[in-house]
């Protein structure tokens, strides 16, 4: 069995595939670059723009994609569905974070409540699936540690006293949010293979 998956980003393909168990195709392998306006209004609704626009192409696959984020309830859930383009459109995962920080700052939150999502929508001939997961911890108005990618270095688990950026990566492999999803993605795998 392989699955298609509607992101060319390496450490998602390899991620996904550990976790998954099963062989996966990045998109581009077989369609080359497609250009997918992802507008809608959470998470759940932009994975299911990726995989809808992918599996139309692909209609005798099993489609996967999916959309994550970081929301802070004392910045009334920012940056959610925008974390990727947080500091604008094509900004590095290094100018986002910077923005979440500055905006902490405005705030005087030295620490505050945070929370990763990750949605998976999986498009099939047995029709759309979605999953989610969560990781629950606070972020911090610096950033320590270089491990991890994008809002990693400022958020700190719960549970733990250390940034994702300063714990070893396979606690995050563990109890990210991701990992979570895939984890009922591969129930959902399981029923309509
Ligand atoms: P996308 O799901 O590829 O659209 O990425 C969403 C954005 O959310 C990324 O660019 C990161 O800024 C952020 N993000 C999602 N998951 C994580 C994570 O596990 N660690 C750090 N940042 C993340």
């Known amino acids: ?22 062989e996966v195709v990045p998109y581009k392998d077989i369609l080359g670059e497609l250009e997918i306006v992802e507008d809608g209004e959470s998470f759940k609704e932009n994975a299911i723009i ?6 139309e192409r692909l209609p005798d696959e099993i489609v996967i994609a999916d959309d994550s984020g970081i929301s802070v309830p004392a910045l009334g859930g920012e ?42 929508a999986i498009a099939s001939g047995s029709g759309i699936y979605t999953t989610h997961g969560w990781m629950w911890g606070e972020v911090i108005d610096e950033a320590r540690g270089d491990k ?3 809002y990693d270095p400022m958020f700190i688990p719960e549970g733990y ?12 492999k563990r109890i990210s949010h991701r990992a979570k999803a895939l984890e009922l993605a591969k129930v959902v795998l399981e029923k309509i293979k």
């Open 79 to 120: 940056p959610g569905i925008y974390s990727a383009r947080y500091a604008g459109v094509g900004a590095s995962d290094k100018e986002n974070l910077q923005k979440l920080i500055s905006k902490l700052k405005e705030k005087g939150l030295e620490r505050t409540p945070a929370y990763y999502t990750a949605a998976i």
């Open 50 to 55: 990726k995989a809808k626009a992918i599996y």
């Open 148 to 150: 991890g990618f994008g």
């Open 161 to 172: 006293d250390k940034t994702l950026g300063e714990l070893d990566e396979d606690v995050k």
């Open 1 to 22: 069995m392989r699955v298609i998956l509607a992101s060319s980003n390496k450490g998602k393909i390899q991620e996904i595939q550990k976790l998954l168990g099963v």
